[in-house]
């Protein structure tokens, strides 16, 4: 029997002070999970709506790119009068302690880097289709990467919370049992021996 489980009336105010913060801390991290949880349910919605839009986008672009190709000759010059992106930077935000990456994309203005003379109709809507598939994989990479940490953290809370759930608060709760049916038994002792020696005092 460990110094902490010996039957006494301090050790019982310990334990149930004890059980008490692992119930409230049950209740915080049940409550954290199912935040996380609805968090995550939306973010997988969006990803399942952004993978479809960009599928999509994706067959109009190739699309417009074939019969661009078609009646240009292969573009490949002009594809490297595209510009580098260099406007997208990463930030954090927190959801229940959990830091969740937020990309920073600043939109500038769509401008074909190309001559008209060498282009048609076709290429420029397979260059404007292109620009929007860059833009929803952004917003993608972010849900995804979100989704993978709220995942990790709901599995790491939802393990302590039913370790707190099935075997701290039980053990605490059985702990109180035994003390307070120890610490009764002894006052029921101790009531036995005084009338005791009351009834042998009056004689």
Same mark, same amino acid.
């Given at each position: 029997?460990?110094?902490?489980?010996?039957?006494?009336?301090?050790?019982?105010?310990?334990?149930?002070?004890?059980?008490?913060?692992?119930?409230?801390?049950?209740?915080?991290?049940?409550?954290?999970?199912?935040?996380?949880?609805?968090?995550?349910?939306?973010?997988?919605?969006?990803?399942?709506?952004?993978?479809?839009?960009?599928?999509?986008?994706?067959?109009?672009?190739?699309?417009?790119?074939?019969?661009?190709?078609?009646?240009?000759?292969?573009?490949?010059?002009?594809?490297?009068?595209?510009?580098?992106?260099?406007?997208?930077?990463?930030?954090?935000?927190?959801?229940?302690?959990?830091?969740?990456?937020?990309? =920073?994309?600043? %939109? @500038?203005?769509?401008? /074909?880097?190309?001559?008209?003379? $060498? +282009?048609?109709? &076709?290429?420029?809507?397979? !260059?404007?289709?292109?620009?929007?598939?860059?833009?929803?994989?952004?917003?993608?990479?972010?849900?995804?990467?979100?989704?993978?940490?709220?995942?990790?953290?709901?599995?790491?809370?939802? =393990?302590?919370? %039913? @370790?707190?759930?099935? /075997?701290?608060?039980?053990?605490? $709760? +059985?702990?109180? &049992?035994?003390?307070?049916? !120890?610490?009764?038994?002894?006052?029921?002792?101790?009531?036995?021996?005084?009338?005791?020696?009351?009834?042998?005092?009056?004689?």
């Amino acid at each position: 029997m460990s110094q902490n489980n010996i039957p006494t009336k301090g050790n019982l105010i310990n334990i149930k002070k004890s059980l008490s913060l692992a119930e409230n801390g049950y209740n915080l991290l049940d409550k954290k999970r199912n935040v996380l949880t609805s968090e995550l349910m939306i973010l997988v919605k969006t990803a399942k709506g952004l993978r479809g839009e960009i599928e999509f986008t994706y067959k109009q672009a190739y699309t417009s790119l074939q019969y661009a190709n078609i009646s240009l000759g292969i573009c490949e010059n002009i594809s490297k009068t595209i510009p580098i992106e260099n406007n997208i930077s990463l930030n954090y935000r927190s959801i229940m302690g959990i830091e969740i990456p937020e990309i =920073k994309h600043q %939109n @500038s203005t769509i401008t /074909i880097p190309y001559g008209y003379y $060498q +282009s048609n109709s &076709k290429l420029d809507h397979a !260059y404007l289709s292109f620009q929007k598939v860059k833009d929803l994989t952004i917003i993608l990479s972010e849900a995804d990467n979100s989704i993978y940490k709220l995942a990790h953290a709901i599995k790491k809370t939802k =393990k302590r919370a %039913n @370790s707190l759930k099935n /075997i701290i608060i039980p053990k605490l $709760q +059985s702990t109180i &049992k035994f003390i307070s049916e !120890y610490l009764e038994e002894k006052d029921r002792e101790e009531f036995s021996r005084l009338k005791v020696i009351k009834s042998k005092t009056d004689r």
